[in-house]
Structures are given as structure tokens and as C-alpha cells.
Nanobody, 123 residues
Framework: QVQLVESGGGLVQPGGSLRLSCAAS????????IGWFRQAPGKEREGVSC????????YYRDSVKGRFTISRDNAKNTVYLQMNSLKPEDTTIYYC????????????????WGQGTQVTVSS
């Protein structure tokens, strides 16, 4: 059974850090592109970051460049999103997703989705 499980969300003060984890079961993560998305209530889902399966190239949306870092740990079959210098506008539910499609990870469709983890940035 293919499954993605996110963890690491929580409440943090502005300027703080969190590391989100996306653990896969039922498939080998490094064969897939992995994306992190977020969606606030009443808003469209937006891509935050992704890492391609073919060459490990990464993408970051402009608002998180220089603050967020995506990485893989193939031994743990897990992808991480390190989030630093968090801002209140980063508050929302974060989802990871996997795609078997190669190429630019910011342009592909994603097949498998996790259940999400809440990130709240507030003083």
C-alpha cells in the first residue's frame, strides 16, 4: 500500500524554524519526484518546493527562497522540508506528494498525497 505520512508541524514564533518530514511506505521515494504544497482555507493550493527524481534538482516558490530547504534521506525513505525564518503568512496545512513522472518537478502532476501537517506561525 502506497502511503505518505507528514510530520513535524506545530506552533512556532515568527522567526523560528520547523522541519517537516514526509515518510514513504509501499514504494521507494528516490524513484519519485517529491513536492511540498500548502493550502490555506479558502485559497488555492500552492507548490512550495519540490525535488526531482532524475537529477535531484530543486524548486522553491519565490516567497520561501532562502528560507526553506528540501532534502532527501534515501536510507530513511524520507524527504524533509527545513523551514527557517518562518513568517505568519507561512501558516497553513502542508502536504507532501509523490510523482513517478521525471522532468521539472514544478510542472508535473502528483499521484500520491499525504494527509497534511499543520504549521502555525504566531507570537
Amino acid at each position: 500500500q502506497v502511503q505518505l505520512v507528514e510530520s513535524g508541524g506545530g506552533l512556532v514564533q515568527p522567526g523560528g524554524s520547523l522541519r517537516l518530514s514526509c515518510a514513504a511506505s509501499g514504494f521507494t521515494l528516490d524513484d519519485y519526484a517529491i513536492g511540498w504544497f500548502r493550502q490555506a482555507p479558502g485559497k488555492e493550493r500552492e507548490g512550495v518546493s519540490c525535488i526531482s527524481s532524475s537529477d535531484g534538482s530543486t524548486y522553491y516558490r519565490d516567497s520561501v527562497k532562502g528560507r526553506f530547504t528540501i532534502s532527501r534521506d534515501n536510507a530513511k525513505n524520507t524527504v524533509y522540508l527545513q523551514m527557517n525564518s518562518l513568517k505568519p503568512e507561512d501558516t497553513t496545512i502542508y502536504y507532501c506528494a509523490a510523482s513517478h513522472v521525471s522532468g521539472d518537478c514544478s510542472l508535473i502532476e502528483y499521484d500520491y498525497w499525504g494527509q497534511g501537517t499543520q504549521v502555525t506561525v504566531s507570537s
